[in-house]
């Protein structure tokens, strides 16, 4: 083999290496599964579904409707116009993100209820969820007293 041809198959493996390395690096550096969504995301996520307020509530409801919602597929339509994809049901979504304390809740994050999980809404702020489950459908309601108080799980941040 010719100096010329070690040189070549030289460069070639350098180069080979240099390019899995930094593909490696890359995806070292992509966004982490668990990233928060954006303050302006969890405003807009919360905006659309101030939108929906008093829509009927339907157990087992299609998510290719927006007549009726129960309270996941509220939740995954809601997130889904702002480009974050939930799984269907509250258990589900419960497995989702990241785990978060109710004394450090923000806007945005999913709130669930029961233990184990049967109900999911969206922290608004303020000790506030929007969400729906029976009448008036979607509603906003208060995790800091009452029922919702006595059935509050935990929240998760996607």
Known sequence: MTNKNKFGKLMMSVTISFSLLM???AVLQ???AHAAISSSTASGIIASAKHYMGTPYKFGVSTSTTRYFDCSSFTKRVFAMHGVSLPRTSKAQSKVGK???KSNLKP???VFFYSPVHHVGIYIGGGKIIHTYG???VTV???NSGWWKSHYAFARRV
């Open 23 to 25: 593909g490696g690096t």
């Open 30 to 32: 992509a966004t982490p």
């Open 99 to 101: 785990y978060v304390s």
């Open 108 to 110: 945005g994050d999913l």
């Open 135 to 137: 009448k008036p459908g």
């Open 141 to 143: 309601s208060t995790i």
